[in-house]
């Protein structure tokens, strides 16, 4: 069973940038779709971005888009999410996840990611 651990989060003023971290252990990296899901407080987990097995197709949220970017590095097991021009409104606690659904529908639907990581805590000020 694939383990996950986030790293990169923190505070950052309002328009700033953070780097995700997420690296993998205990599996086969690329057996898995990689995502990442947020949650603040009092909101519903939101399935914010998403990539393939192969880095070839990406998912990113309305609410994130041509702000966030989702990559990975097979052959260092890590996935990541560049996030900029940061708003108050991404506050929340990201949770790097994997899914091992080969199902076209199921690629940005976020109970197909089984596997989550502790999460790691991102806070935009304003």
């Known amino acids: 069973q694939v383990q996950l651990e986030e790293s990169g989060g923190g505070l950052v003023q309002a328009g700033g940038s953070l780097r995700l971290s997420c690296v993998a252990s205990?599996?086969?990296?690329?057996?898995?779709?990689m995502g990442w899901i947020r949650q603040a407080p009092g909101q519903e987990r939101e399935l914010v971005a998403a990539v393939s097995r192969n880095n070839g197709n990406t998912f990113v949220a309305e609410s994130v888009k041509g702000r966030f970017t989702i990559s990975r590095a097979n052959r260092r097991n890590t996935v990541y999410l560049q996030m900029d021009s940061l708003k108050p409104e991404d506050t929340a606690v990201y949770f790097c996840a994997a899914s091992p659904s080969y199902q076209f529908s199921e690629f940005a639907l976020l109970s197909a990611y089984n596997y989550w990581g502790q999460g790691t805590q991102v806070t935009v000020s304003s």
């Open positions: 205990g599996g086969t990296f690329d057996n898995y779709r």
